[in-house]
């Protein structure tokens, strides 16, 4: 059973940072394609990130230069360090491991971007 644990959410002023983080198991994680997904309250969920089992990144516009996303195959764990947040990027983040058998998903860590 593939089951993935978010982590690192909070409450952040505007301008800061934090970083989220999702350990996997289950699944032979190398091979998987990562993502972070996010849905803020009355919208739709929005692909944030994605990275590769070769490590190609690509990111949702609004979040280039902002974000990053970076994987460990060792402790099958995926991030996203978030920096200079503001109150658009504030939702629940949810972690995505895609695999041969399908696709799984988090529960998700709640981000919120207030002074």
């Known amino acids: 059973q593939v089951k993935l644990v978010e982590s690192g959410g909070g409450l952040v002023q505007p301008g800061g940072s934090l970083r989220l983080a999702c350990v996997t198991s289950?699944?032979?994680?190398?091979?998987?394609?990562m993502k972070w997904y996010r849905q803020a309250p009355g919208k739709e969920r929005e692909l944030v990130a994605a990275?590769?089992?070769?490590?190609?990144?690509n990111y949702l516009d609004s979040v280039k230069g902002r974000f990053t996303i970076s994987r460990d195959n060792a402790e099958k764990t995926i991030y996203l360090q978030m920096n200079n947040l503001n109150a658009e990027d504030t939702a629940v983040y949810y972690c995505v491991a895609v695999t041969f058998y399908g696709s799984y998903w988090g529960q998700g860590t709640q981000v919120t971007v207030s002074p």
């Open positions: 289950g699944s032979d994680f190398s091979r998987n394609v």
């Open positions: 990275i590769s089992n070769n490590n190609i990144t």
